[in-house]
């Protein structure tokens, strides 16, 4: 039998390839005396914690055609008990090198069987250990409707992975899965969400689309974000760039070049924070973003008629659609200006903007910013 180090050496490396907690880059991840990764995670709130990032089993039923953990490899499998999970976790706890805790699985004996022993690891952690830290539960395809009211009463988060925006694109990556396994989960936790029961998922639910593997575009991809966000009332949408994966079906496709990931997370902060609209969005061809231009300078460009804009009188909204100036920096730059006229690029830096990428947008108390003043352009990987 293996030892809990084992488990977690494996099971945690396995459990890299979902987002949906907010973990950092892999360049963060920390190593501890348990031989395992713990990843930084960004919270809800936006404070940053370590967590402990698992599965409970890599023993999977399913041959879902991307996955590393599909049936039809030949690999090592391992699984925690719901006891022996969460007495390890609880001793990287109380040694302070974690805070919380991300579980998802691959599925063995069906969702049910598996949502019960997730459940189980949170009941043990709850009950026995009074654990009330950060945990975030995965909801797995083809669980019942008491299993995510009981998931929700549990954690502080939820998330399910739909992986596709379409149900159309499903049988390419994931031809055993049924697209109502998906559906009736996420409108399950839609439901107890709304039902205004105190303590249920209070930091809400997040999801994660794979891109570039099922022939989807960014059209689609982004048209289902949108929904979620404004409809849905979804904490956050997260994206994958497909990575073929030896020993599976899809071992020999290409793989999803990682600017188009970084575009479609550029697109998801224009539409959750910067207030853009699904159409605003400029999809250069074929239904997908541009290589070349981020998404708000390609808006900026293709409305002239709304610049330069006077940054001493413009309000945020409008701040916000200027290339270079982000949320923190149009919130700075409306505080500064109750006490003096903004009229130089430096305070413009000093707000946080970018300012030769605003340069050419905004006017400094009725006059546009001195070139020769502005920093080299910034990478749009820094700043929108």
């Given at each position: 039998m293996a030892a809990p180090e084992q488990k977690l050496d494996l099971l945690g490396r396995l459990a890299r390839?979902?987002?949906?907690?907010?973990?950092?880059?892999?360049?963060?991840?920390?190593?501890?005396?348990?031989?395992?990764?713990?990843?930084?995670?960004?919270?809800?709130?936006?404070?940053?914690?370590?967590?402990?990032?698992?599965?409970?089993?890599?023993?999977c039923e399913k041959n879902c055609r991307y996955c590393e953990n599909r049936s039809g490899r030949d690999v090592e499998r391992l699984s925690f008990g719901p006891e022996e999970l969460a007495r390890t976790f609880m001793q990287l706890f109380e040694s302070g090198r974690v805070m919380g805790l991300f579980l998802s699985s691959a599925l063995m004996g069906g969702g049910v069987r598996t949502m019960d022993r997730m459940i189980a690891t949170a009941e043990v952690l709850r009950r026995r250990h009074a654990f009330r830290g950060y945990l975030h539960l995965k909801i797995l395809p083809g669980v019942q409707e008491s299993q995510v009211e009981r998931a929700g009463a549990l954690a502080t988060r939820v998330s399910i992975n739909l992986e596709v925006p379409h149900r159309r694109f499903l049988g390419t990556i994931a031809p055993e899965k049924e697209p109502d396994d998906l559906a009736g989960p996420l409108g399950w936790i839609l439901k107890h969400r709304d039902a205004g029961r105190r303590g249920w998922a209070p930091s809400g639910f997040t999801t994660q689309f794979m891109v570039g593997a099922a022939g989807e575009t960014d059209r689609d991809i982004l048209t289902k974000t949108f929904a979620l966000y404004r409809t849905m009332k979804a904490a956050r949408v997260y994206y994958s760039a497909f990575q073929?994966?030896?020993?599976?079906?899809?071992?020999?496709?290409?793989?999803?070049?990682?600017?188009?990931?970084?575009?479609?997370?550029?697109?998801?902060?224009?539409?959750?924070?910067?207030?853009?609209?699904?159409?605003?969005?400029?999809?250069?061809?074929?239904?997908?973003?541009?290589?070349?231009?981020?998404?708000?300078?390609?808006?900026?460009?293709?409305?002239?008629?709304?610049?330069?804009?006077?940054?001493?009188?413009?309000?945020?909204?409008?701040?916000?659609?200027v290339p270079g100036i982000g949320?923190?920096?149009?919130?700075?730059?409306?505080?500064m200006r109750w006490e003096s006229a903004i009229r130089s690029p430096a305070q413009l830096r000093a707000a946080g903007a970018a300012a030769r990428r605003a340069a050419p947008y905004v006017l400094l108390d009725g006059r546009l910013p001195p070139r020769q003043e502005v920093l080299p352009l910034l990478p749009d990987a820094v700043v929108l």
């Open positions: 390839f979902d987002l949906s907690c907010a973990c950092g880059a892999p360049t963060g991840r920390q190593r501890s005396d348990l031989d395992r990764w713990i990843y930084p995670a960004v919270l809800p709130g936006g404070k940053t914690a370590p967590l402990l990032k698992v599965l409970l089993t890599n023993s073929p994966v030896a020993g599976t079906p899809l071992e020999n496709e290409k793989a999803c070049p990682l600017w188009r990931e970084h575009r479609l997370y550029q697109c998801d902060f224009l539409m959750r924070r910067y207030g853009f609209d699904l159409d605003e969005i400029d999809f250069a061809g074929a239904g997908n973003l541009d290589e070349k231009e981020d998404p708000k300078m390609r808006w900026a460009r293709a409305h002239p008629a709304t610049f330069p804009v006077e940054v001493n009188r413009a309000p945020l909204e409008l701040l916000l659609r949320p923190t920096s149009a919130r700075r730059i409306v505080a």
